[in-house]
């Protein structure tokens, strides 16, 4: 029950006189904070043309030739798919979800990983390590989307009987029913790094700058029809906003640095189609509300005498859903340095010096005639053309060659380009390039590549997974208990949402029943130590229990993390099956979903003879998705197997020497300690590490 006294989140607070003096004098801190990091929002602009490949005016050389060399271009997609792979492994397993009492919250897990998809995060996570790279921060901000759609389709409904007034059941006609479906998921927007400010500049996260009396701001370009939608959300209900919105007319494309529009120039487009917006400053601080109480709060501001809005923050978990870290944290400064700020006058020499040596393999190919015009009247007719005669003595006419300055120009430029990949930290195993030359490198200096670059990657995204991803995830729990709708997750998950919807966790325990982590980096991390899994398995199961007296072994959690790894998200469940998780659901809840074409899984505990009672009366009405029918087959399919687990029962059981026997081994099963190998002369599946290179420190050992 809510404090009668507490300020509710939906009323408006800048009406209140003290609130907005407050208000002014924030709005002015947050210009001064724009202005100061104007420079800084300067140079990265310059950092965004380099790794779009667009000549500027830092180039000193002017010559005929306009040529950019993508050397760090290169180098952040280099970066880009190295990370992106690492944050998303194969195995398809992002999401870590533990409890306070220990259970394993399968659903909690499936609904995040499906949110995962249904944000796209995979498409997105590439221009977030770009944007890292380029302007030295990550920055995310956490929406949650309502998409609703009307869907029409095919129904039979019976004919009224006029003369009996009722409807006829054995005639039917056929007719369409329009129902509306409501999507509901999370929204992840990338933030530009010069649309971000976070007072104070020496802040070390966003929490510690709010509880210290600062504030964080995005800076939005909002065209009317948006601030119209904002205002009719119930967001923005003040006067001052209904009078902006009829009062835009002014273009400000542009104010300030706007790297939506020059990312649309960099794809060939001249207009972003936008026209006419206003730059809304999004601020979230505390403000007080009552006598000394504060509350975290969202204002828009529009101008120094125009607040459109202020209201609490409207998350249940009082929390900002903007999540920013630097990629290289700087002791002092909440926001880190870009990559490129290290490489950009190596590039722009790269760029002069590779137009000098296009401009010089130009001239080299062309000869140079040298001839004395007193003793050759007739140069006029020594125009280079097919048969031409020169009517001149061979000894007055000499031919001469430019000199060739472009291999040297080239090699210099070679030799930037790996200063450029050793500053970047992309290594021979992200980019082909050989560090020998003129030989063959060795298995084991490949293998130490290899083992520095898993290293450096592992290094690099765990900045992504603690401060972007790991809370990320979070935020969309927090919003799933506040914004979702039971019936629209049932819809997209079926029996899973079902389990989903039992788990009611109130908002105050958050944080204390659920702890989430991005799996992502830790699956890819651990991929190759599966090798040295398999061997521990095989010495713990031939240890006997009375040598580890008072401890317990269960190897279960370990074989799953092999079936994941090996086989994926998808096909581990199916293969091995935690009957825990299962869930018997009632048979008219089950018509209901079969109805809509959901496909419903079979528990093995469910009274098949009773569901199939149920069921059978709805298949008589029509079945025009298939899935009752498939349903019943499989209550079918499933009684059988009882039955014949009953008869498999009765009959004896093998003795010692078989599998999971107590008597000697069986032949062909490996040995306590061994790892599996492929027969003689064969070779390890890729990703393998043979067993003279594993590493037993960090790196692996040099034949």
């Known amino acids: 029950m809510a404090d009668a006294d507490e300020v509710a989140r939906d009323e408006e607070l800048s009406t209140r006189e003290d609130v907005k003096e407050h208000l002014l004098d924030l709005y002015a801190d947050v210009m001064k904070g724009f202005n100061e990091q104007a420079g800084r929002a300067n140079d990265i602009q310059d950092y965004w043309d380099i790794y779009n490949c667009e000549l500027s005016g830092n180039q000193f050389y002017n010559g005929n030739s306009q040529i950019f060399v993508p050397i760090v271009h290169n180098a952040v997609n280099a970066r880009k798919v190295r990370f992106s792979n690492q944050i998303f492994p194969q195995s398809g397993r992002y999401v870590e979800v533990t409890t306070g009492d220990g259970k394993l919250p399968h659903a909690t897990t499936a609904l995040l990983e499906y949110y995962v998809r249904k944000a796209k995060l995979r498409a997105m996570i590439p221009a977030l390590v770009v944007n890292g790279d380029v302007e030295g921060q990550y920055s995310v901000y956490v929406h949650w989307a309502k998409n609703e759609r009307y869907v029409t389709k095919k129904t039979q409904k019976p004919v009224q009987n006029e003369e009996l007034e009722m409807d006829d059941p054995d005639e039917e006609v056929e007719d369409v029913e329009i129902r509306k479906v409501v999507h509901q998921y999370p929204v992840v927007e990338v933030l530009a790094d010069a649309d971000l400010l976070v007072l104070p500049q020496t802040a070390d996260n966003i929490g510690e700058a709010i509880q210290n009396g600062g504030s964080v701001t995005v800076l939005r370009r909002w065209t009317k029809a948006k601030l119209k939608k904002m205002i009719a959300s119930g967001d923005m209900d003040t006067e001052a906003a209904k009078g902006f919105v009829e009062e835009l007319s002014q273009d400000n494309t542009n104010a300030r640095m706007d790297k939506a529009k020059k990312m649309v120039d960099a794809a060939g487009i001249n207009k972003d189609g936008r026209g006419k917006f206003a730059l809304i400053y999004e601020t979230w601080s505390k403000v007080e509300v009552e006598d000394g109480e504060w509350r975290l709060c969202r204002t828009y501001f529009a101008g120094p005498d125009s607040i459109l809005s202020c209201k609490r923050n409207p ?171 039971e019936p629209v997750l049932v819809q997209q998950f079926g029996n899973l949402g079902i389990r989903a919807n039992m788990e009611e966790i109130p908002p105050i325990q958050f944080d204390r029943h659920y702890q989430f982590r991005w799996y992502g980096v830790e699956a890819a991390r651990t991929a190759q130590q599966m090798q040295q899994q398999i061997s521990a398995i095989n010495v713990l199961r031939g240890i006997p229990p009375q040598m580890y007296q008072g401890y317990r072994l269960d190897i279960s959690p370990a074989i799953t993390q092999l079936v994941e790894g090996a086989f994926g998200p998808r096909l581990a469940p199916l293969i091995f099956i935690d009957i825990r998780s299962e869930l018997s659901t009632n048979p008219e809840m089950e018509n209901e979903l079969l109805e809509e074409g959901m496909e419903m899984p079979v528990h093995p505990l469910d009274n098949h003879a009773e569901h199939m009672k149920v069921h059978l009366p709805l298949l008589k009405k029509g079945d025009p998705h298939g899935t009752i029918r498939a349903h019943l087959l499989k209550h079918q399919a499933m009684q059988a197997q009882a039955a014949q687990a009953q008869v498999d029962a009765s009959k004896p059981k093998g003795g010692p020497g078989s599998p999971g026997g107590q008597g000697p081994g069986v032949p062909g099963s490996p040995q306590p300690g061994s790892q599996p190998a492929p027969p003689r002369g064969g070779q390890q599946p890729p990703g393998a590490v043979p067993q003279d290179q594993m590493p037993a420190g960090a790196m692996p050992r040099r034949m």
């Not at 400064?333 to 137009?355: E, P, R």
């Not at 298995?443 to 972007?468: G, M, P, Y």
């Open 315 to 485: 998350l249940w978990s009082d929390k900002i859903p903007i999540h920013s870290a630097p990629v290289d944290k700087v002791q002092g400064a909440f926001k880190g340095i870009s990559k490129i700020k290290a490489v950009a006058d190596l590039q722009y020499f790269a760029n002069d010096t590779t137009n000098e040596a296009a401009d010089s393999a130009a001239f080299s190919m062309l000869p140079i005639t040298m001839t004395d015009p007193e003793k050759n009247p007739r140069v006029g007719s020594m125009v280079l053309s097919l048969g031409a005669i020169w009517e001149t003595s061979p000894k007055d006419t000499q031919f001469a060659q430019f000199p060739a300055m472009w291999k040297e120009g080239m090699e210099i430029v070679g030799v930037i380009s790996q200063q450029i990949m050793q500053t970047l930290a992309v290594n021979p195993a992200q980019i082909t390039q050989g560090q020998s030359k003129g030989g063959k490198q060795s298995q084991a200096s490949i293998a130490n590549e290899q083992q520095i670059d898993l290293l450096t990657t592992a290094d690099a995204v765990t900045v992504l997974e603690t401060s972007i991803l790991t809370p990320m995830l979070e935020t969309m729990f927090e919003m799933d208990q506040q914004y979702r709708d």
